[in-house]
């Protein structure tokens, strides 16, 4: 069940330092350094957060994206799958997110990128490949990350028209 993010303050921030606490989203901080804090938001104007909820009510996920609300561009996704394994609830919440940004926010355009080689980077090629979109670029080492190495980044946009969800 997608949910706003504010209402689970307290579960989000602890799932949160326990993600960055393991080495299998050391991709999603984008730094070379671990930030343990998250901030949620009080408001939509800049950025939508929403957390997806299994049936049991615990948080399984998080999604947020920056909207440019004179362009109505979207960016800077970021999305987390807590349970690091293909999950069918978090499949369907996310879905259920582009299509909010899509309709509810007007989306023109989303743009995103991921870490070559990390586990986002193979989502959202399969994902462009399944409801439209392209590759529109890859920096070469474009960020150090908190292992010392660098990583290239894939670039990925959908125009509003290519959206096929």
């Known amino acids: 069940m997608l949910r706003q993010a504010i209402l689970y303050s307290e579960d989000l921030r602890k799932k949160y330092v326990e993600a960055m606490c393991d080495d299998y989203f050391k991709f999603y901080s984008g730094c070379s350094y671990r930030s343990f804090d998250i901030e949620i938001l009080k408001d939509d104007w800049n950025v939508i957060q929403r957390v997806s909820v299994n049936s049991e009510g615990k948080i399984i996920g998080f999604m947020s994206a920056e909207i440019n609300r004179d362009s109505k561009n979207i960016d800077r996704f970021g999305i987390m799958n807590f349970t690091k394994n293909p999950n069918a609830v978090f499949a369907k919440d996310l879905i259920k997110f582009l299509r909010e940004l899509k309709h509810s926010y007007n989306a ?16 959202y090629t399969k994902f462009i490949s399944k409801y439209g979109g392209n590759v529109i670029g890859r920096k070469r080492r474009s960020q150090k990350l908190a292992d010392g190495e660098y990583y290239d980044t894939t670039i990925f946009e959908i125009m509003r028209e290519d959206m096929n969800f």
């Open 108 to 123: 023109n355009k989303f743009e995103f990128a991921a870490y070559v080689g990390s586990e986002a980077e193979k989502m």
